[in-house]
């Protein structure tokens, strides 16, 4: 994300929107990656709706991303770098 400045990304359970924090890890333990701004963009019904966002998932392939993803994940958000300073 922060090579491309945007990424897109498929969720489960709804996402904070606005200025935030990107981190790695979870709850327990996880570091801050860098400061982001995070939009909901739609609610995915099937494969063919992530094709418009994928040079920007990160995946190779629609496939892949779903692999990846929760079963449950249909909310697609993008996701911005904020550059600090």
């Known amino acids: ?16 929107t606005g200025e935030t924090i990107a981190v790695q890890g979870n709850y327990y333990s996880y570091s801050m990656l860098c400061k982001v701004n995070v939009a909901r963009v739609a609610n995915i019904q099937s494969q ?11 995946f190779d392939s629609t496939i892949d991303w779903l692999e990846e993803a929760s079963p449950t994940a249909r909310t697609l958000y993008k996701v911005t770098y904020i550059p600090l300073g």
């Open 48 to 58: 063919d709706d992530l094709k418009p966002y994928l040079n920007q998932s990160g």
């Open 1 to 16: 994300m922060v090579d491309k400045g945007i990424v897109y990304t498929l969720r489960r359970n709804t996402r904070i």
